[in-house]
């Protein structure tokens, strides 16, 4: 059983784009939903989070939404960049995350210059 | 800088053999993870501890089994190797309960072909 649904799988997007990556979760015990991110090569790296007593939290170009009502949050990176080619993974855990994360399974982002 | 270190980045081993994937990291962190990352499967949990000599199963724990003898050091252990469990391996440390800092750190991972 997936507990978080991550869409979509690929994406490209042009060089000053929106590039829009979505999760949907089942479990209402989450309270944590990081973002990951992670080049070729390398461990993935946490990008973003939020708690869900916020519906928005904003990081320079990278933004979280989150719609506790729907249980679905969605990464959005404002004006693409190709720096910004990676694996995108979204996660969720509970009860203060000492088991780990339940990740997506991740969005292959290219950003075409 | 934070620094999770697994020894092995990339193995080549053959079915039957035993095989031990080590990883240690240098924050004083209480919990460890082992993920196995597959494409279009993301990342699922093998096991984690939350303290020395404690252990518990992820998701994915079948023919897999860990050691935690030290703080700073987690050991994946597959017991007779498998061409199913041909993947990339991840370690990850946090403090414990997420809640407190909010993040994994991850190490580079280990590739590890069966043949």
């Known amino acids: 059983q997936q507990q978080v649904k991550q869409s979509p799988q690929s994406l490209i997007v042009q060089k000053g784009g929106i590039s829009i990556i979505n999760c949907a979760y089942e479990?209402?015990?989450?309270?944590?939903f990081p973002w990951y991110q992670q080049f070729p090569g390398k461990g993935p790296a946490l990008l973003i989070a939020i708690r869900p007593d916020v519906s928005e939290k904003k990081e320079g170009r990278f933004t979280i939404s989150f719609n506790k009502s729907a249980k679905q949050f969605s990464l959005h990176i404002m004006d693409s960049q190709p720096g910004d080619s990676a694996t995108y993974f979204c996660a969720a855990s509970n009860g203060g995350g000492a088991d780990g994360l339940t990740f997506g399974k991740g969005t292959h982002l290219i950003i075409q210059p | 800088d934070v620094k999770v270190t697994q020894s092995s980045r990339y193995l080549v081993k053959r079915t039957g053999e035993k095989v031990f994937l080590e990883c240690v990291q240098d924050?004083?962190?209480?919990?460890m993870f082992w993920y196995r990352q597959d494409p279009g499967l993301g990342l699922r949990l093998i096991y984690f501890s939350y303290d020395v000599k404690m252990k518990e199963k992820g998701d994915i724990p079948e023919g897999y089994s860990v050691s935690r003898e030290k703080k700073e050091r987690f050991s994946l252990i597959l017991e007779s190797a498998s061409t199913n469990q041909t993947s990339m391996y991840l370690c990850a440390s946090s403090f414990i309960g997420l809640a407190l800092s909010g993040e994994l750190f991850f190490g580079e991972g280990s590739r590890l072909t069966v043949l």
């Open positions: 924050m004083d962190h209480e919990n």
């Open positions: 479990n209402t015990a989450f309270d944590y």
